[in-house]
C-alpha cells in the first residue's frame, strides 16, 4: 500500500508496534506532521481491512487505538516505491473478556490476548507476509498460537490457522447471544 509520504520516515523497523502513543519511531515522537501521517496509515489500513471482510465499519482506527489498550504491529517493505517504502499490513491484538462453552456446554470465563484485526495488502496475500507478521508477534508476547483466541475469524483467517497452526477445532464464544468460533485448540489436543 503507498502512500504520498516516506513510510520510512514514520516507521523505523521492518515491524513497528504501535499502540495508544501512536508512535512508529524516536523521529515521530516530536514531529505532529509525522503522527498525522501515521493516524492517515492507521485509517487507510482499518479501511482496507473492513473493506477485505465485507464489514459495514472499520474496526481499526487511529482514534480507536488511542483510546483503546491495543497493539498493532505494522509491517513495511522499506526498499520498494523508489525507497520510499510501502506498507505490507498490520495484525491488532488485545486482551478481551470472553464467555467460552466447554465440552458440557458450561460458561468459562477468559480473557485471553485475542487477534481483533489482521490485513495484508491484497496484492502481496498468500506471500508469506501474513504468517511473519504473526509469528513476530506470537515471540514478542511468548505465547502459542492455541492460547489466544480469534475475533470472528474470516474464511481466510481461519485457512490461515489451519494451514501455519494446524489450528482446526473451534470453542464456541458466547457473546450477545452469538456463538462465535474461538478456534484454541489443535487437533486432538487440549485447550
Ligand atoms: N483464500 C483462502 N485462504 C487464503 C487466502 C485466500 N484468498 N489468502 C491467504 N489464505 C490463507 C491460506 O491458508 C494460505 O495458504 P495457501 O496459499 O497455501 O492456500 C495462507 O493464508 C497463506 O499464508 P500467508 O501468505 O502467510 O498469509 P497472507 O500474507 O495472505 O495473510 C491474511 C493472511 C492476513 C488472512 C490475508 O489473507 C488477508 O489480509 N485477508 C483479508 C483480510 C482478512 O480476512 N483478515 C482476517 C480478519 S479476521 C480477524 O482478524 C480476527
Redesign the pocket.
Known amino acids: 500500500m503507498e502512500f504520498p509520504f516516506d513510510i520510512n520516515q514514520l516507521f523505523s523497523e521492518k515491524v513497528s508496534i504501535l499502540d495508544q502513543s501512536l508512535l512508529g519511531s524516536r523521529k515521530s515522537a516530536s514531529r505532529p506532521d509525522l503522527q498525522a501521517h501515521i493516524a492517515t496509515v492507521i485509517d487507510e489500513l482499518g479501511r482496507a ?1 473492513a473493506k ?2 465485507q464489514l459495514t465499519a472499520p474496526i481499526t482506527s487511529a482514534s480507536k487505538l488511542q483510546t483503546q489498550r491495543h497493539q498493532l504491529y505494522l509491517m513495511k517493505d522499506g526498499e520498494s516505491n523508489g525507497g520510499r517504502g510501502v506498507v505490507v ?1 498490520f ?2 491484538v488485545g486482551y478481551k473478556k470472553l464467555f467460552l462453552l466447554d465440552r458440557q456446554g458450561a460458561h468459562i470465563e477468559a480473557e485471553p490476548l ?9 496484492n ?11 509469528d513476530f508477534m506470537l515471540q514478542h508476547k511468548s505465547l502459542e498460537p492455541t492460547l489466544m483466541a ?8 481461519l ?6 497452526h494446524c489450528l482446526t477445532q473451534s470453542v464456541p464464544q458466547v457473546q450477545s447471544a452469538q456463538l462465535r468460533k474461538v478456534p484454541l485448540r489443535k487437533p486432538d489436543g487440549d485447550i
Open positions: 481491512s477485505a471482510q499490513g495484525l491488532k485475542c487477534v481483533l484485526d489482521f490485513f495484508i495488502s491484497e502481496v496475500q498468500r506471500h508469506g507476509y501474513g504468517l511473519e507478521l504473526f480469534y475475533d470472528r475469524p474470516s474464511p481466510k483467517l485457512s490461515f490457522l489451519a494451514k501455519h
